[in-house]
């Protein structure tokens, strides 16, 4: 059976930085061996953030 989360907290903020910005992502999560799956999760939702605006004019 999938362990379920118990908590959590993430929060996703996007800075200046330079000419661009700049994406921080952090996150608490109970049980914390489930940090991984979600960290992964994110990272890949932000990457694809960042591929559909890399390929805007």
Same mark, same amino acid.
């Given at each position: 059976?999938?362990?379920?989360?118990?908590?959590?907290?993430?929060?996703?903020?996007?800075?200046?930085?330079?000419?661009?910005?700049? %994406? %921080?992502?952090?996150?608490?999560?109970?049980?914390?061996?489930?940090?991984?799956?979600?960290?992964?999760?994110?990272?890949?939702?932000?990457?694809?953030?960042?591929?559909?605006?890399?390929?805007?004019?």
């Amino acid at each position: 059976m999938p362990q379920s989360i118990d908590f959590h907290l993430g929060t996703i903020d996007v800075l200046p930085d330079g000419d661009g910005s700049r %994406v %921080v992502h952090s996150q608490e999560i109970l049980p914390e061996a489930l940090a991984p799956i979600v960290e992964a999760a994110v990272s890949e939702g932000i990457a694809g953030i960042a591929r559909y605006f890399a390929a805007c004019p």
